[in-house]
């Protein structure tokens, strides 16, 4: 398969140089720079490894059609300023096609000055500039190392460097910087190798980054720079034979982006010689190798072993290697985000039950894992009618990016808007099904959305329109864009969720006012409610049947138990309504528990792998 040039991404702060390769221009150029670097390092390796994530997610999180996508890109990227001039660089040598692309790129943005025009290519980078030279040294040098802290800082300032140099084109291809290494690059090892592969998708990742729907060919190429990295992982007979060791924060975005870049793919609006080239190659970013790769690397990772108790392993097990073992877990995760995608909650919550949800589980290490984590497991709740799982999961995860946010300022730009997202989730989730939360998240989701938290109560379906449209992740289907159309819309998978959830909510429209009523009584017949409501008693008893279903809800790991989400309780007894009823309602948990214990006897159980 084609491989090009590939590279980076995001954010980070501070700088970090070290010696440089046995080019004595370079090497002279890091150590002029080497004392004042190394200070900054020691006081910024926290808040570079929250923030590393920012630039990329500010992308990731539009969730609107192309057109506004395409213009806050361009506002962003306008945002990012130029690269300085006053910095020692070096000419790139650019190939033929390079230059044709160059000059395609000028043309394209000299005819249209508009805000809403978006290209759908970079131009290649044309200078290497002193610093970014020794940032990607020192990247180098601590890879070879080994040292999980050294990586991380020196991984964040490459970022740092590659947004302030450039702003508006690709990162130089890793063509044009192995030479800079000189000697110390070894072709013939394992290490070196896995370092170039890794370079390419960094690259590919800082494309995407600043491009909202990549060309055909950039997608083909970081694909099959993500089929090399997943084959060269796969294909490892030992632990020792794989011969590195990462930071989490970088093991995450790795498989982070891998999704990430698959659903950006699947939203394409394909050309006809885009739909003619993937005909012929069908294994370009389909759902279902998306899949099997993650299952591939989860049962690589042997996190799951029939053999072991779940995150122990033993040295001869491929969970004893750190980047095994993270990649596994991080790829449950991605999992999760991908069913979610695909309209499949129940076996996201079902995959869910492989993660241990306690305080210091391993999603915390990385703080943007922590917030995908709970923000799809929110959306997968809510879908699936669990209002009363998806509160306290949004609570939590709010509670818990609050107090962070407090004392570490963590990832301003990717914080507020997912933040907004979630609060957005759990207004929807309070006006379905109120529920106790958090006194600081209340006090702030009635400042952000408290107009329309009223609005909802009142059953305004225009209101939770928009509050989905804003936050649900814009969902996909499985079948690629070149077999369901370039330019279908009528069975977009996004309007066909939006259009089931508000239906759900349409069926729930009268639940409200009914619970306003019965709580105000101990026994009440079904003639005098339906004459306070003005409906007929009969459409009244099948309200109530309707109340009663949507508010038992299946609970626990396994789904064999069920349980009343509400605080009160009913049942109809000829023409009386006899309401909080605690007795009767464990009768009635008790009879329908048995039933599905029962039916869960001859359902087959589940297996993971």
């Given at each position: ?402 107090s962070k946010s407090k004392s570490q300022n963590f990832q301003s730009d990717h914080n507020e808007k997912k933040t907004d997202k979630m609060y957005a989730l759990l207004t929807i989730c309070q006006a379905l099904y109120p529920n106790k939360i958090d006194e600081n998240v209340s006090n702030n989701l009635k400042e952000k959305f408290g107009d ?116 009160i309780d009913f049942y109809i007894d000829q023409d009386m309504i006899h309401i909080d009823n605690r007795l009767y309602a464990k009768e009635t948990d008790s009879f329908i528990n048995s039933i599905l214990k029962f039916e869960g006897s001859l359902t087959p159980s589940y297996n993971w792998m």
């Amino acid at each position: 398969m084609s491989q090009t040039n590939n590279a980076g991404t995001t954010n980070t702060n501070q700088n970090n140089n070290r010696k440089g390769g046995n080019n004595k221009h370079y090497q002279n150029r890091n150590n002029q720079q080497q004392s004042g670097q190394q200070q900054q390092q020691q006081s910024g390796q926290q808040q570079q490894q929250q923030q590393h994530h920012q630039h990329r997610n500010k992308h990731q999180n539009q969730q609107g059609g192309q057109n506004q996508q395409g213009g806050q890109n361009q506002q962003n990227k306008q945002g990012r300023g130029k690269a300085p001039s006053n910095v020692e660089s070096f000419p790139i040598s650019l190939s033929q096609q390079q230059v044709q692309q160059l000059q395609a790129y000028q043309q394209q943005t000299q005819q249209n000055q508009s805000a809403q025009f978006q290209s759908n290519f970079l131009p290649p980078a044309t200078a290497l500039y002193t610093p970014v030279i020794n940032y990607f040294i020192n990247l180098y040098n601590n890879f070879k190392s080994q040292s999980h802290q050294d990586i991380l800082v020196s991984y964040d300032s490459f970022f740092k460097s590659c947004e302030t140099y450039y702003p508006h084109c690709a990162l130089p291809t890793i063509e044009n910087l192995i030479p800079i290494l000189g000697d110390k690059f070894e072709e013939s090892s394992f290490t070196d190798r896995f370092f170039v592969l890794l370079y390419k998708e960094i690259y590919y990742r800082y494309y995407y980054a600043l491009v909202f729907q990549p060309n055909i060919n950039t997608c083909v190429e970081s694909w099959q720079n993500y089929y090399q990295i997943f084959h060269t992982l796969l294909s490892a007979n030992s632990p020792n034979d794989v011969e590195i060791d990462l930071p989490n924060a970088w093991l995450w975005d790795l498989v982070d982006e891998f999704v990430y870049q698959y659903h950006t793919f699947a939203k394409f609006k394909l050309k006809k010689q885009d739909v003619d080239f993937l005909s012929e190659n069908p294994e370009i970013w389909d759902t279902t190798n998306v899949i099997r790769y993650l299952y591939y690397i989860i049962k690589k990772s042997q996190i799951f072993s029939a053999n072991t108790n779940r995150f122990e392993s033993s040295s001869e097990d491929f969970c004893s290697h750190p980047v095994y073992k993270m990649l596994g877990y991080y790829s449950v995760i991605s999992l999760v985000r991908v069913q979610c995608l695909l309209g499949d909650y129940t076996l996201a919550l079902k995959t869910l039950e492989l993660i241990d949800m306690g305080k210091k589980a391993m999603y915390t290490y990385v703080t943007a894992c922590h917030i995908t984590l709970y923000y799809y497991l929110g959306f997968a709740y809510l879908m699936s009618r669990k209002y009363n799982e998806a509160t306290k999961a949004l609570n939590t995860i709010l509670v818990s990016v609050a107090s962070k946010s407090k004392s570490q300022n963590f990832q301003s730009d990717h914080n507020e808007k997912k933040t907004d997202k979630m609060y957005a989730l759990l207004t929807i989730c309070q006006a379905l099904y109120p529920n106790k939360i958090d006194e600081n998240v209340s006090n702030n989701l009635k400042e952000k959305f408290g107009d329309k938290l009223l609005r909802l109560q009142k059953g305004d379906l225009s209101v939770y329109e928009e509050l989905y449209t804003f936050a649900a992740p814009r969902c996909i289907g499985p079948v690629p864009p070149y077999i369901s159309g370039f330019n279908v819309t009528a069975l977009d998978p996004h309007r066909l969720q939006l259009s089931l959830f508000l239906e759900e909510v349409k069926q729930q429209s009268l639940l409200t006012t009914i619970r306003s009523y019965i709580t105000l009584y101990s026994t009440i017949s079904i003639q005098k409610l339906a004459g306070l409501l003005q409906i007929d008693p009969e459409d009244l008893r099948v309200k109530l049947t309707c109340y009663k279903h949507k508010l038992f809800n299946v609970l626990g790991k396994g789904e064999t138990k069920w349980n009343n989400q509400l605080d009160i309780d009913f049942y109809i007894d000829q023409d009386m309504i006899h309401i909080d009823n605690r007795l009767y309602a464990k009768e009635t948990d008790s009879f329908i528990n048995s039933i599905l214990k029962f039916e869960g006897s001859l359902t087959p159980s589940y297996n993971w792998m």
